[in-house]
């Protein structure tokens, strides 16, 4: 059964405390690796698609990067702005377009 | 690119009525639509997939005559509360993927539905 598993549950960053969010995973057939940020009463808002080991994207001060096992988010010197939750899902090659999410980690970047 | 909007932002009905909320791929055809339920502080649950023109695909445990799903067309999908009760109160999502091989969604705003 595909599974996804996020680490930590919540995460508290002074800002300018640059630090990183794990997203294990468990697919049959990787199709891609998703990541979205979530403000609260909001939907999530898309960031990155990861597709193969060893692929890196960045957007402002992010960065994702994927393994065959987990992808980081990667969040350098956050600023207050920043805090959100970031989702993470995967397609993988059984769920016929469905995504399968992890519960998500909280970040809050304090000034 | 890749909006999708969601109308009502929220809505409050009384229990026993039905509540519709519109889906709508604003930039892009999505060939198919996805609707979800989010719980306070916890993570999507899908409810359902729908296909332009197909019947929609429904997770196990979610009642099809309850949440009538339609997508008449690239743009379109409704979600239908049919006799709303206060348990259906929730944060509803949707999400839009379109034609290609990426399997990215895009997702709505979410309308906050309260039943009384």
């Not at chain 1, 002074?14 to 697919?27: A, D, F, K, P, R």
């Not at chain 1, 009463?41 to 597709?51: A, H, S, V």
Request: glycine share 8%.
């Amino acid at each position: 059964e595909d599974q996804v598993t996020q680490s930590p549950e919540a995460l508290r960053l002074q800002e300018g405390e640059s630090s990183s969010l794990n997203c294990s995973y468990t697919v049959s057939g990787l199709r891609g690796l998703f990541w979205y940020r979530q403000d609260p009463g909001k939907g999530p808002e898309f960031l990155f698609t990861l597709y193969s080991a060893g692929e890196e994207k960045e957007k402002e001060r992010l960065k994702a990067t994927l393994t065959k096992k987990e992808s980081f988010l990667h969040i350098t010197a956050p600023k207050p702005e920043d805090s959100a939750t970031y989702l993470c899902a995967v397609h993988g090659s059984s769920n016929t377009g469905k995504l399968i999410f992890g519960q998500g980690t909280t970040l809050q970047v304090k000034p | 690119g890749a909006v999708v909007s969601q109308h009502p932002s929220r809505v409050i009905c009384k229990s026993g009525t039905s509540v519709k909320i519109e889906c709508r791929s604003l930039d892009f055809q999505a060939t198919t639509m996805f609707w979800y339920r989010q719980f306070p502080k916890k993570s999507l649950m899908l409810m359902a997939t729908s296909n332009e023109g197909s019947k929609a695909t429904y997770e196990q445990g979610v009642e099809k005559d309850k949440f009538l799903i339609n997508h008449a067309s690239l743009t379109l999908s409704t979600l239908t509360v049919t006799s709303a009760h206060p348990e259906d109160s929730s944060f509803y999502i949707c999400s839009a993927s379109g034609t290609g091989n990426s399997y990215e969604q895009y997702f709505g705003p979410g309308t906050r539905l309260t039943v009384t």
